[in-house]
């Protein structure tokens, strides 16, 4: 019996049994989420990592896909794309728009989908700090570039 014909039932591990080169698509929004939903419930594994500047976010990779970002009080950046929590602080999302710049508070501990560039910043009294992932199909770290400035600001540039 000649079990070669029968592909599925014998293909020992490979990814394709005819030997085809197959290229691994990027994570999914779900995907992403789940990646950064685990890291926030691993606190353990990555805040020794946080660093503290008060001239800028940092940014530090946790992986290939994913890093987090500490946001000194009165400074902002864009986040290009991809999911985010917010762990400890504050954050909100600017908004510019001609009816003039509104700040949308973040909450803590909830997975956001960024379909878009989003500006962040920092209102609070003290540092924040998020959790990120992002398909890296065509997009390279950091993605989020800061803004020195308080909240006004930030929003004005």
Do not use: C, K, Y
């Amino acid at each position: 019996m000649d079990l070669s014909v029968v592909p599925d039932l014998t293909m020992r591990g490979q990814d394709d049994p005819h030997d085809r080169a197959i290229a691994a698509a990027p994570p999914t929004v779900g995907q992403l989420a789940a990646r950064v939903r685990e890291l926030a419930g691993r606190p353990d594994e990555w805040w020794r990592l946080v660093r503290f500047d008060a001239g800028r976010p940092q940014d530090v990779p946790l992986g290939d896909d994913a890093w987090l970002t500490t946001w000194p009080p009165g400074h902002g950046g864009t986040v290009r794309g991809g999911v985010s929590t917010l762990v400890a602080g504050e954050l909100a999302v600017v908004t510019i728009t001609e009816r003039g710049v509104t700040e949308r508070p973040l909450r803590a501990n909830r997975i956001r989908v960024h379909g878009g560039p989003q500006a962040l910043t920092n209102p609070g009294p003290a540092f924040a700090v998020s959790l990120h992932a992002v398909s890296l199909h065509g997009v390279s770290l950091p993605a989020v570039s800061p803004r020195a400035g308080g909240s006004e600001a930030a929003a004005a540039r």
